[in-house]
């Protein structure tokens, strides 16, 4: 019993570490991986449908300021946003949003240069 046991050790001692060391090694994320909901706020109309169709009210939309925001820690990443978006202007990035100590809100505000060239 003692030599399988030192026979395990003795492999995984010489071996190559399972594990990533993350921050200098990072792995590529899985084709459909759902990770966070990115916005190009140049296209958006400020419809509020994603608002409406948001089942945590992570997202809010105020149209007079032209400003659309996401609360990151809220978000469930279920798309339903992305699907309802008439503009198509939110996707859902293959990346996950970094992690926070302190809750943030994403806050995005339209440029008024591109209104003027419409």
Known sequence: ???SI???ISKFAV???????YPFEKREP???TRGSVAIDINTCIFC???QK??????ISVNKTEK???IDRLKCIQCSACVDICPKKCLIMKNEYSPSVVTKTIDSFNQDIKSEIKE
Request: proline share 7%; net charge positive; hydrophobic share 30%.
């Open 48 to 50: 509020s449908l994603c």
């Open 30 to 32: 899985y084709k459909n």
């Open 53 to 58: 169709k948001c089942p945590t009210n992570a």
């Open 67 to 69: 400003n659309w925001s």
């Open 6 to 8: 030192a026979k395990i």
């Open 15 to 21: 071996s190559k570490p399972v594990t990533r060391l």
């Open 1 to 3: 019993m003692y030599f």
